[in-house]
């Protein structure tokens, strides 16, 4: 395994569709496991394979309850609405106010070409979605209601 370097806002890759995976193998394995192990150097809840500069459709999140790996992601049933703040590895030190479904169902593939689907609230539901997005070229910020201001974010900082 080994940590690879998360790409910031104004990389051109960030904004790119990525490809589905159609290979399972040994080099996909590599992947996922530096992505494992970049993700939990970084503290985040979720890394996307565009933020590692690999353009295909692969993503880590781990919310708590070890790490889930998401190979052609769908999200298949939504429902529900949660207001709640939001940030990105690739966009260190801003957060924003943004709307995600407090529910979503999701199907996927498992690092051995397995259908799977697996069913998430709240947090890992926000998650589901804001990885997925990235697989499409997305970040949150387009989809902020506001972003928090630096007083803002002290503030937090402060109540923690």
């Known amino acids: ?10 990389d051109p890759i960030l904004a790119k569709k990525c490809r589905p995976v159609e290979k399972f193998d040994k080099k996909l394995w590599q992947l996922i496991d530096d992505m494992i192990e970049t993700l939990e150097e970084s503290g985040g809840v979720g890394l996307a394979a565009p ?13 708590g309850d070890g790490p889930i790996e998401f190979i052609n992601p769908v999200i298949v049933e939504a429902d529900g609405e949660q207001e ?3 940030g990105c590895l690739s966009c260190p030190g801003e957060f924003g ?16 070409g ?10 890992f539901a926000q998650a589901m979605c804001h990885e997925f997005d990235h697989l499409d070229g997305i970040l949150f910020k387009s989809k902020v209601e506001r972003m928090l201001s630096e ?10």
């Open 1 to 10: 395994m080994a940590l690879r370097n998360i790409v910031k806002e104004g």
């Open 51 to 63: 933020q590692v500069g690999v353009m295909r459709r692969v993503c880590i999140i781990n919310v």
């Open 84 to 86: 709640v703040q939001e």
């Open 97 to 112: 106010i943004i709307k995600r479904p407090m529910h979503v169902k999701a199907q996927f593939n498992d690092r051995d």
């Open 114 to 123: 397995n259908l799977c689907e697996v069913e998430g609230d709240e947090l």
């Open 151 to 160: 007083e803002e974010l002290r503030e937090m900082r402060e109540e923690d």
